[in-house]
């Protein structure tokens, strides 16, 4: 199973395919076309259709194909327990093209009430900046890391 447990819809070539599972094994020259493309493919049309208006609890982590390279940001519903956004980057921006996601969703920012991250200085301000009524919980693996 890939790090990230970020499977692909049914559209995929293969049914049993990840994304994560993609990003991870395939080399390519241009490795930011082939990121936007595998993006576009698996994640974005996909999740189109998806109404966010009653969505109030996300967490967010970020996963890289090699530490220190070309990192992405995952975003999930965690009541629902589904991938509901993946961006480009780990910074406060990825929270902002989340923002942006959202409201073409039907969703709101001030109605997230809960993040569950981790302590990304990035992370912390992009919520506080465009998630205004979030509280921030950080996920446990990251607390038990630093004890």
């Given at each position: 199973?890939p790090r990230?447990?970020?499977y692909?819809?049914?559209?995929a070539?293969q049914e049993n395919?990840t994304?994560?599972?993609l990003w991870?094994?395939?080399p390519?020259?241009?490795?930011t076309?082939?990121?936007?493309k595998?993006l576009q493919l698996?994640?974005?049309k996909p999740?189109?259709?998806n109404?966010y208006s009653?969505l109030?609890?996300v967490g967010?982590?970020e996963?890289?194909q090699?530490k ?5 940001t995952?975003f ?5 327990k ?5 961006a480009a ?10 923002g942006?996601?959202?409201?073409a ?5 001030a109605?997230?009430?809960?993040v569950?991250?981790d302590?990304?200085?990035?992370f912390?301000?992009?919520v506080?900046d465009y998630l ?7 996920d446990?693996?990251h ?5």
């Open positions: 199973r990230c447990g970020v692909a819809h049914r559209d070539q395919e994304f994560c599972e991870f094994q395939n390519c020259h241009n490795y076309i082939f990121q936007t595998l698996f994640c974005r999740l189109a259709g109404d009653q109030t609890a967010m982590d996963t890289a090699r220190g390279h070309d990192y992405i995952i999930v519903d965690l009541l629902k589904r991938t509901i956004f993946i980057g780990k910074d406060q921006k990825t929270v902002k093209a989340f942006e996601d959202l409201k969703h039907h969703g709101c920012a109605a997230i009430t809960e569950s991250c302590m990304s200085p990035a912390i301000k992009g506080a205004p009524n979030a509280d921030i919980t950080f446990r693996f607390i038990l890391k630093i004890i």
